[in-house]
Structures are given as C-alpha cells and as structure tokens.
C-alpha cells in the first residue's frame, strides 16, 4: 500500500500500473480465474490495468455502480482518499449509468484524505472523527441533494455505518465488492 500511494502521489500512474499488472501475472501463472484490486485508490489505473491483464478484473467501483443503479440512485456522494476522490474514476464509471457523483468541498476532502491515511489506515477510531465524517455527510446532502454516499474507502466501514442513520445510506464498497465476487463463484 505504502509503495502504490507513494507512485499514485508522484502521479507515476505508469508505474502504479507495471506494479499492479506484475502481481495480477503471478496470480494468473498460479492459476486464478480472475482477479480484483480490493481498494479503490488503485482503480486510478483501472481502466489502463484491465486493458493489459491476463484475468478478467472485478471492479470495486463497476460493482458500486450497479448497486447504485439496483437502489435507484441518480445522485450520489463520494468520500475515500483524497486520490479517489478527485481521480474521476467514480464520476466516468457513474456516468455510464447517468448517475451523478459529488465529492465534498476542498476543505471537507482534505479533512476526510487526513483523517482517512492517519487515523482509519492505522486503526484508530475517533469519536470526533466519526462526528465529522457524519457532519460532512449531512452538509453534502443537503448541498448537492445526494440520495446515497459511497464509501469509496475499505477503511471507511470501520468508522462510518448503515446504522449511524443520517437520513441517507452509505454503500460500503468493500462488502458490495464481495458480495459480487461470490455471486461470480455461485
């Protein structure tokens, strides 16, 4: 992880990939039938790693999207890195589906991008952060008028949850990635 952010904040993109595409040709020399990036930073180079690997690739955010489109949503917000939140990659995946995504001011992305890398990525959790993250929330529903906010973060899940009840659902992305990997296997 700490290699992989390290090359996508020196916007080495090229290099992210060749990383990336090295471990999914040892998992298709091993045998595997398909592969997943169980992150959602590194779908920077999704579309760029799917077009050269040897398995078929599952997509964390495809699989958010077709939840998005099973729940009905035509607007959603996004929280994650600050990588993920501004790499487009949600926003280009959604449009396919005419669902709209929103990412929060500078100020409220900054504070997500810091308390995600040095609190959530170490396993702490903060009843301070969570009261924010959830304040975040309520400002971005009631700005842009989201019906859903993607937990475009693995870690996210740790602090934010379904129960929290803020009027509007988070879609935890890694449980969602998932589910789809074992409705492929069944």
Same mark, same amino acid.
Do not use: C, W
């Given at each position: 992880?700490?290699?992989?952010?390290?090359?996508?904040?020196?916007? &080495?993109?090229?290099?992210?990939?060749?990383? $990336?595409?090295?471990?999914?040709?040892? $998992?298709?020399?091993?045998?595997?039938?398909?592969?997943? =990036? #169980?992150?959602?930073?590194?779908?920077? *180079?999704?579309?760029?790693?799917? /077009?050269?690997?040897? $398995?078929? $690739?599952? @997509?964390?955010?495809?699989?958010?999207?077709?939840? #998005?489109?099973?729940?009905?949503?035509?607007?959603?917000? !996004?929280?994650?890195?600050?990588?993920?939140?501004?790499?487009?990659?949600?926003?280009? *995946?959604?449009?396919? @589906?005419?669902?709209?995504?929103?990412?929060?001011?500078?100020?409220?992305?900054?504070?997500?991008?810091?308390?995600?890398?040095?609190? +959530?990525?170490?396993?702490?959790?903060?009843? @301070?952060?969570?009261?924010? !993250? +959830?304040?975040? /929330?309520?400002?971005?529903?009631? /700005?842009? %008028?989201?019906? #859903?906010?993607? =937990?475009? %973060?693995? &870690? +996210?899940? =740790?602090?934010?949850?379904?129960?929290?009840?803020?009027?509007?659902?988070? =879609?935890?992305?890694?449980?969602?990635?998932?589910?789809?990997?074992?409705?492929?296997?069944?």
């Amino acid at each position: 992880m700490k290699r992989m952010l390290e090359l996508i904040g020196k916007n &080495e993109l090229e290099n992210v990939t060749d990383f $990336l595409l090295l471990e999914i040709e040892k $998992l298709n020399k091993a045998g595997a039938d398909f592969a997943l =990036l #169980a992150s959602n930073t590194p779908h920077i *180079v999704f579309k760029q790693l799917k /077009s050269l690997a040897p $398995l078929p $690739l599952i @997509s964390i955010v495809n699989a958010a999207r077709d939840r #998005a489109v099973k729940e009905g949503y035509k607007q959603v917000g !996004l929280f994650g890195t600050g990588f993920t939140m501004q790499g487009g990659f949600y926003n280009d *995946v959604f449009a396919e @589906s005419k669902i709209k995504v929103f990412i929060p001011d500078k100020d409220d992305r900054a504070y997500i991008h810091d308390k995600y890398m040095g609190e +959530l990525v170490k396993g702490i959790i903060k009843e @301070s952060t969570k009261q924010e !993250l +959830l304040n975040i /929330s309520k400002r971005l529903k009631e /700005s842009t %008028g989201v019906e #859903a906010i993607i =937990l475009g %973060g693995t &870690e +996210l899940p =740790l602090i934010l949850k379904e129960t929290d009840n803020i009027g509007i659902p988070f =879609l935890d992305t890694t449980r969602i990635h998932v589910e789809k990997v074992v409705e492929m296997l069944f």
